[in-house]
Nanobody
Framework: QVQLVESGGGLVQTGGSLRLSCTASESIFSINSMGWYRQAPGKQRELVADIDSGGTTNYADSARGRFTISRDNAKNTVYLQMNGLKPEDTAVYYC???????????????WGQGTQVTVSS
């Protein structure tokens, strides 16, 4: 079972920055896309940003211009640089990956355990 290990969450003041990281725990045949979702209390999980194997990115309107997603294919790692944080960015952030563990494996959807981001006003 592939695990996605996240790090980088925490408490920050309005206007501050955080960088989230997510790494697949073992060797992977291929990763189609990686991304970040978030879920605030009482709300549905929503896409923040994702990036495909070719480096094409996609952002939620709320993240565009403030957040930057990137990936290091050699390290099976995705990053989310978050600048200009606002209290409404407070949520649990989840890493997501569509990947094939082995050449013969189907593409599976994996989730990280989540990391808390809290932005104080």
């Amino acid at each position: 079972q592939v695990q996605l290990v996240e790090s980088g969450g925490g408490l920050v003041q309005t206007g501050g920055s955080l960088r989230l990281s997510c790494t697949a725990s073992e060797s992977i045949f291929s990763i189609n896309s990686m991304g970040w979702y978030r879920q605030a209390p009482g709300k549905q999980r929503e896409l923040v940003a994702d990036i495909d194997s070719g480096g094409t990115t996609n952002y939620a309107d709320s993240a565009r211009g403030r957040f930057t997603i990137s990936r290091d294919n050699a390290k099976n790692t995705v990053y989310l640089q978050m600048n200009g944080l606002k209290p409404e960015d407070t949520a649990v952030y989840y890493c997501n990956a569509l990947l094939k563990k082995y050449k013969i494996s189907p593409i599976w959807n994996y989730w990280g355990q989540g990391t808390q981001v809290t932005v104080s006003s």
